[in-house]
């Protein structure tokens, strides 16, 4: 065990056996929350691709936990539902039994919303009074808790976009949406593998230079992502359904045709898809670099496996998405193709954690009483 670890402990009184509990304990709560994130994310595609996000038009934060009781209920959720776009320009004649059918799906997202903030809040109130944080660990996991809360308030105010004139969200709103998402995730898991790692130091020749290059694999996989939304927000899997060439051509014509020309890189549906097509080959491509390199020169370490990971998700990611396209996207296949992308990053960053040395942290404070 390394000593530098067990000085603190044994300034505050606490035996190293029960910091390392505690930090387990800490850790194993992080990562069932960026389990329950990793859902939310696969469960808001299926919600998606089932086009049932805007089939809830109020966001009632409490009262909303509670599914709708009775005819009289489900027939104001439905009337109310009427009265926007959606329905009357696309599923005007629907019947209530179709309505319930993306209701529950939406629904479901927005439990499970909840679920992972009483999942949070409660445990690090318990952690709290249990003085189970340090001060730095308790401000972290506090930011992250934050960036939950606004993660629903963004949630809301994307579905928002889709209940004035057009019957769908706005793919910016959509794309921060699933940004910050991935974004909470990626900090819980990254928090997390600190705690677990203990005070232990990885020594990896040229760290520095391997963390950089591993920085930008991780942030090209997080931008192909984003792009992944914009080719949700704007429908663009259903257009172009052929591998490699789109319209017959390496560049489909026609990528130009808005006003300003910033617009067409996001609203655009054949540049949005071949943008998507080239993040998705170029990151495919990063990566695999980096594993041949990794192979030669990083030596056998965990980071080298973590990289051995992330090269197997990057190729059946790319090959999933070339079937997912050319089946203009089915729900099955979208769905995984959104966890293969939130396997990919997590398979990353993993490997980017490990080759940052953790420092040992101050322990807890002993628990007041007897």
Not at 50 to 69: C, M
Not at 156 to 173: K, T
Not at 302 to 308: E, F, G, K, S, T
Not at 337 to 351: K, N
Request: overall charge positive; aromatic content about 10%.
């Amino acid at each position: 065990m390394d000593v530098a670890a067990l000085r603190p402990a044994r300034r505050s009184g606490i035996a190293p056996e029960r910091i390392a509990r505690r930090r387990r304990a800490v850790a194993c709560w992080l990562l069932a929350l960026a389990g329950l994130v990793l859902a939310m994310v696969v469960l808001g595609g299926v919600t998606r691709l089932h086009h049932a996000g805007l089939s809830i038009v109020d966001w009632r934060p409490l009262v909303g936990a509670l599914p709708p009781f009775g005819e009289e209920a489900w027939q104001a959720l439905f009337a109310a539902y009427k009265r926007f776009p959606e329905y009357q320009e696309i599923n005007r004649g629907m019947t209530l039994d179709e309505f319930k059918g993306i209701f529950w799906l939406e629904y479901a997202h927005r439990l499970l919303g909840r679920i992972v903030g009483i999942v949070f809040i409660l445990p690090f109130l318990w952690f709290l009074i249990r003085r189970a944080f340090d001060r730095p660990l308790a401000l972290k996991v506090l930011a992250i808790g934050i960036l939950g809360g606004l993660q629903g308030l963004l949630g809301w105010y994307m579905v928002q976009s889709g209940l004035v004139d057009r019957p769908d969200v706005s793919p910016y709103r959509l794309a921060a949406h699933l940004g910050l998402a991935v974004a909470i995730y990626g900090c819980l898991v990254w928090v997390a593998l600190g705690l677990l790692m203990g005070g232990t130091v990885e020594r990896v020749r040229q760290a520095s230079r391997w963390r950089g290059a591993v920085w930008g694999a991780t942030g090209l996989v997080f931008l192909t992502i984003l792009s992944g939304a914009f080719v949700a927000g704007n429908d663009a899997g259903l257009a172009y359904n052929t591998f490699p060439l789109m319209a017959d051509a390496i560049v489909p014509p026609d990528i130009f045709l808005i006003e300003p020309l910033w617009r067409n890189f996001f609203e655009n549906v054949p540049l949005v898809q071949l943008d998507h097509r080239l993040l998705a080959m170029l990151t495919a491509l990063v990566v695999i670099v980096l594993w041949a390199a990794a192979l030669r020169w990083l030596g056998p370490t965990p980071a080298r496996v973590a990289l051995h990971a992330a090269t197997g998700a990057v190729l059946g990611q790319f090959v999933l998405g070339i079937v997912t396209l050319l089946t203009f996207v089915p729900v099955p296949l979208g769905a995984a193709h959104q966890v293969g992308a939130m396997a990919v990053f997590t398979a990353i960053l993993v490997a980017l954690r490990l080759l940052y040395p953790v420092r040992a942290t101050p322990s807890p404070a002993p628990p007041s009483g007897p």
